[in-house]
């Protein structure tokens, strides 16, 4: 079993900026990819940005230049610095891990979901 918590989000001021933590725990071998997803009210959950293991970084084209997604291996740890945050970006968001919890079973692993709000 896997567990995730993540942390961080909150409101800001449009402009301003945020960042979200998620730690990974449990049964884990090691860890595959990591990503962010968000959900705004009334719009399925998209993609905001993920992170290979070997580091490789791919970001929605919305978030590009603003956010910067990061992992630390050694603690099973992914951040998610937002910057220059706009009212659009105001959604729910969520940890998504790939964990390999024996050699060669994987597990996909959801975090609660942090609310994150830019007002204008």
């Known amino acids: 079993q896997v567990q995730l918590v993540e942390s961080g989000g909150g409101l800001v001021q449009a402009g301003g900026s945020l960042r979200l933590s998620c730690a990974a725990s449990?049964?884990?071998?090691?860890?595959?990819?990591m990503g962010w997803y968000r959900q705004a009210p009334g719009k399925q959950r998209e993609l905001v940005a993920f992170i290979t293991s070997d580091g490789s970084t791919v970001y929605a084209d919305s978030v590009k230049g603003r956010f910067t997604m990061s992992r630390d291996n050694a603690k099973n740890m992914a951040y998610l610095q937002m910057n220059s945050l706009e009212p659009e970006d105001t959604a729910d968001y969520y940890c998504?891990?790939?964990?390999?919890?024996?050699?060669?079973?994987?597990?996909?692993?959801w975090g609660q979901g942090r609310l994150v709000t830019a007002s204008s």
């Open positions: 998504n891990v790939l964990v390999e919890t024996r050699p060669g079973r994987y597990l996909e692993v």
């Open positions: 449990g049964s884990i071998f090691s860890i595959d990819r």
